[in-house]
Structure formats: C-alpha cells, structure tokens
C-alpha cells in the first residue's frame, strides 16, 4: 500500500501553497491556533487576519501575533480583507449564523469546525443557500486518519467479506467535572464529540436508521454518555456508545470492530487489525494484517502539531478548493450524519446518572 | 559523542504515541513505589538524568524519592518540560479559551498581572505560566542539576509557526537569570531551522524525535536529518522517541542513532518496566559512549 493510494490530497495542496494565499480565522481559541499553525507552517505566513469577538483575545493576540490583523467585527474582516478561505472555529452555537454571513458575503471556500450546525434543518438551509462553486468543508477529521481511510478502502473491497455485525465506541475523559457550558446549546456528547463515530458509521458501513438511543446525564444537564443500536442500508446492526466522562481515557478514543462473513476487522486512530479467513491480495495475499501509527505516519504529514489527522485535513481543503472538487466532509457529504444524529436525539430516552 | 541518557516519562503519565491501550494498562501499573522503582532501575543502567512534564504526578514522584533515596535525586540531572499542555486543553473544553486563559492569569502574582498589561507585552503571561509550573519542582530539586525548562511542543510550535521570538526570547531571559538552560521541544524541527535560518533566537536545547520510520520528524525525515547537521553546530540537541513510539526495537534504533553520535547531546528512552529500562539504558551507554 502507498500512501498515495489512500491519502491523495498529497499531491494536490502544494500547488496552493506555491501561490499567494490569503486565509481568515473566525474564532481564535484552542481549534482556531491549532488550524492557523498548521496552515502557516503548510505555507508561511497565509493566515492575514482574524476576528473574534472577545475583547480580551483580540487586544492580546494582535499584541504577540503581529503579523496578523485582528478584529471585532467579522462584516469589517471580510469587508477589508477578502480571504481566499475562511476557517471558522467559533463554538457551536454560532457556526449556523456566520456561515450565512459568510454565504451572503460570497464567501466561496470556508471551512468549518466540527459540528458544523447544531441540526439539520440549520444545515439544509444552508444547503440550499450556496451557489454552485461554493465550497463548505466540515472539520471531521478521523476521516482524515490513515487508519480509518485504509479500514473504508479494505470494507469497500469486501476483504471481510459481507459486514454482519459493527461495535463501535469514542471515549473522552473532557468533562469528568460539572459544567454549564453546554446548557444553551442543549445537546451534549453526542453532538460534539459522537459526531466524528457517527460520520465514520455512515461513511464506512452506511448507518442509516436508528433502532434506540439512551441517554444520560453525568456533569452537564444534557447527554454526557449515550448507547445506542443503528442499521446500515442493509440491515447489518451497529451497537455503539459515547462518553466525554471517563477518566480513563486521556485523549478522545475512536475504536470501531466490525465482523465479516470473511473475517474482521478492528480500527482506532492507533492501529488497524484485520484478520481473515483466506489470503486476499490487497493484504499483499497475507491472511493478517497490523499497522500502528507511526508506520502510517513515516515522515509525513510535512506538518506536525496535535494528530496528524488535523494536517491532512487542512491539506485536503487546500488541494480541494484548489481543484475545484468537492471535500469529501463537504457540508453537502454530512447531512446523513447530522441527520442520524438529529433522529438519535429524537429518540433518546434520558436518565440521570453517575 | 552522546553525553545525557535521559529517563523519559511519558509512561508514567499515561501517554503512548503508539496506542492509547497501552497508555492505559500501564497507568494502572503506574503506583508511585514503580515509577520510583523504575528511576532507580535507569540510573542502575546508566542514565544520568529525567526529562519530565510538570504534571502533577510527577511531582509526587519526586517527592516521594527524595524521601526514599535522596542521594539519587541529587545525582540525577533535570530537563523539565512545560507547560503540562494537556491540563489546559482538559479545562478549555470545560471553561472555553477566553476563560480559561483569564483564569490561568488570574491566579498569577498581582505584580506579574499589572507588568503583563501595563507592558502591553502579553508575551510576558508565557513567562508566568511557565513559572507557576516550575516552582513546586525547584524546592524538591537541587537547583544545580536542572539542567533546562523545555518549552511543551503545544506552544513551541505556535511560536514556530507565528515567529513569536519575544516568547523565546522573554523565556531564556528568565531562565538564565533563574540558573537554568532554556530549550525548546518540537515535532517539526525543519520549520524551527527554517525560523533559526531568518534570525530566529537559537535555544540553548532542543528535543525532538530521531529514529528511523521517521515518525514525528516534519517536514520530513529527510529533511529533519539534513538539519540535525546544520543545527548540532549551533544547540544541544536531545534525541527523543528512538523507537517511534515502540513501532521499532531498541537494536533498529541504536543502529539509527549511530549516525548521530557525534551530533546529539542526549537521547532520551522510556518503559514502565524496570529491568527494560535498565537493560535499554545499559545498551544505549556502551554503543552511544564509545
């Protein structure tokens, strides 16, 4: 296997940064640094200008950040500035209404962090808002990690043979104390962090009902644990679980198994195993197959800051709004995972627990 | 010649770049009495120092050893990364940003508040951050033998990225008036080049991971070992992952560290395991040294 072969965005980003590129940060918390880092070591000194509408933020950063202009109001950024591209990483709540002031100021190539609305009917207006050629891209970047690209492309090709069964789960331990943060957005884990199991689900397997969905409320007033049965588009059941509540996981873990008439496979971000009953060609006619991360990762990304899913995310924006193609987490590429997460809450029988 | 074999800590803080399953189970194993145990082993093997995070069970290890085996405290050098990143992202999902960066101030000296904004130089709250951290480690430690306070990659490579030399520049100037070495630790070691090459400040230390899958080494493995070349004349460079997380065994690394020998100035190695670390310590002395 090439890298190439799963990761073509290689290719495709370093046109863009030989160019002069003008990039715009909305929202400069811990995702909007992380993005612009990325983005000006992938091409040195691209992110011009940011808005944000703490005072505190913009009156220090414009203090150490000297290269970058800051602002306060986003119509006077877009209005003074005209980005090429505009990543936004505001919280959640607001992503819905700067979007649209990005999609009337013709705003064509923006990027947006996970989630990207907070439901669907947000989402399909602003579906229904954009002019052909405007490019939306969603910040769900396991699709992103080399281990989860190879496990869609070994599924695809049916190495396991039909799929007939998939457990899957995505721990945290982000809130193991009590916060209000969520209250007004009145989702919870599901939305924010189950997102990035829910989207994989989809784009993998082809999650497309939901069969039951409990919820519970640890820290937050809204879902901090959830458990769940979902149903590809041919019947297979998925049972999956989500926490931002467990101390025993230090960074986010994304763990999916999934068993086939030929064998099975397990994915996380860490590693991919496959075994199979009889040798398949695209396992190299091997009946096993185990790949940590660092065999993933030999020297690449060409950028290296948090996990290197972040990287190839950016690059992957860049090489696709600069081939004029479509982001594979383009808004339009998301509505059936934010569709199944709206029919989750939908169905959600809540509890209190510890 | 490599002249620092440093104990590292990821182990004992529950952090492996190979699998978070791993991280776990050894952190279950991870009793204060284990690590101690295991720091006595390294020392045993030869390693003449710790490079660890400020994290809060870190502390606790040193105490509890200086209570145990003082004379091994005391004979060990430090390299003490900051700050304990991983803190701060736990509580800005929990705060968000802007309070948690006003929170984290709030808690600093009132001197050190009115200097940062009557300066209007903010690149003074890294200073205070970094100090907060510190502290607790310098009354357990002999000052003498902290060798360097390493800047966390989480902020180094926002400085990179951005060219913040004031943050490096306020952050040696501190450092050297506190006694100690000032460095800084990175995954993307051609970019920091490519900053040093415009005028950049050049830290007294920087670590950074060196082995042969060339996992961590941005923008490339090629490029990170063509700029080890260049950067060996200017810094002390400490090797750090050697195995790329565990992915390659102890021998495929000393081969690979060979090459850099004569370049680096220590390599850094890690296990929960005290007859490992021992055992890895011992083979890293007698290839490295000689």
């Known amino acids: ?354 | 010649m490599v002249s620092e074999f440093l104990l590292g800590d990821n182990p004992f803080i529950g952090v492996s770049h190979l699998a978070q399953e791993k991280a776990r189970e050894e952190r279950k194993d991870s009793l204060v009495q284990n690590k101690a145990r295991v720091i006595e082993a390294a020392a045993e093997g030869g390693a003449t120092g710790f490079t660890f995070t400020a994290h809060p069970t870190n502390l606790e290890l040193l105490a509890y050893l200086k209570t145990k085996n003082e004379p091994l405290v005391n004979s060990m050098n430090y390299y003490i990364l900051v700050p304990y990143a991983q803190a701060y992202v736990t509580k800005a999902n929990i705060e968000g940003t802007p309070r948690l960066m006003w929170s984290t101030l709030r808690n600093a000296p009132i001197v050190d508040i009115l200097a940062t904004i009557l300066s209007l130089r903010p690149e003074r709250a890294a200073q205070i951050l970094v100090r907060k951290e510190i502290l607790p480690y310098l009354k357990i430690l002999p000052r003498e033998k902290v060798k360097a306070v390493l800047l966390h990659e989480v902020i180094t490579e926002v400085v990179i990225a951005f060219g913040l030399n004031e943050v490096i520049e306020q952050l040696s100037c501190w450092a050297e008036r506190l006694g100690v070495g000032f460095g800084l630790e990175t995954r993307n070691l051609s970019h920091l080049c490519d900053r040093i090459r415009k005028g950049s400040l050049i830290p007294g230390y920087v670590m950074t991971p060196l082995n042969s899958l060339g996992y961590q080494m941005a923008a490339s493995k090629q490029a990170v070992e063509a700029d080890i070349e260049e950067l060996a004349t200017q810094t002390k460079l400490i090797a750090m992952n050697i195995l790329a997380s565990g992915a390659i065994d102890l021998d495929q690394a000393i081969s690979y560290a060979l090459n850099y020998k004569d370049l680096i100035h220590g390599i850094v190695s890690a296990s929960t395991k005290p007859a490992r670390i021992r055992e890895n310590f011992l083979k890293l002395k007698m290839n490295l040294t000689t």
């Open chain 1, 1 to 354: 296997m090439l890298i190439s072969d799963i990761v073509p965005e290689v290719d495709g980003y370093a046109k863009r940064t030989e160019e002069d590129l003008r990039v715009a940060i909305v929202g400069f918390g811990k995702m909007g640094i992380l993005h612009s880092s990325i983005l000006n070591l992938l091409q040195p000194n691209c992110v011009r200008c940011v808005a944000d509408s703490s005072r505190f933020i913009t009156f220090g950063a414009s203090r150490l950040f000297k290269g970058i202009r800051f602002y306060r109001n986003l119509g006077e950024m877009l209005e003074k500035e005209a980005p090429d591209l505009t990543y936004i990483t505001t919280s959640a709540q607001s992503h819905y209404s700067i979007m649209s002031s990005l999609v009337d100021a013709h705003a064509r190539s923006v990027f947006v962090e996970k989630p990207p609305v907070t439901n669907s009917s947000e989402l399909e207006s602003l579906v229904g808002k954009m002019s052909n050629g405007d490019t939306i891209m969603v910040g769900l970047q396991k699709r992103f990690a080399l281990p989860f690209r190879h496990a869609k492309m070994l599924v695809t090709n049916k190495v396991i043979g039909d799929v007939q069964q998939v457990l899957a789960y995505e721990r945290s331990g982000d809130i193991t104390v009590p916060t209000k943060r969520f209250n007004s957005l009145a989702r919870g884990v599901l939305l924010d962090l189950g997102i990035h199991l829910v989207d994989l689900l989809v784009w993998i397997f082809g999650a497309e009902k939901v069969e039951y969905c409990k919820g519970t409320k640890m820290q937050t007033a809204v879902d901090d644990y959830l458990e769940a049965a979902l149903r590809t588009r041919d019947g297979v059941k998925i049972c999956m679980d989500v926490t931002w509540s467990n101390p025993e996981y230090r960074f986010p873990e994304t763990f999916i198994e999934a068993r086939g008439s030929k064998g099975q496979l397990i994915v996380t971000e860490d590693y991919l195993k496959v075994k199979v009953s009889d040798p398949h060609e695209i396992l190299s006619n091997k009946k096993d197959l185990l790949i940590y991360k660092p065999l993933y990762y030999q020297g690449f990304p060409p950028v290296n800051i948090a996990d290197p899913e972040y990287t190839l995310e950016d690059m992957h924006f860049l090489s696709s709004v600069n081939s004029h193609t479509e982001p594979i987490t383009s808004l339009r590429n998301v509505v059936k995972s934010m569709g199944l997460i709206d029919e989750m809450y939908a169905k959600m029988d809540m509890s209190i627990g510890q």
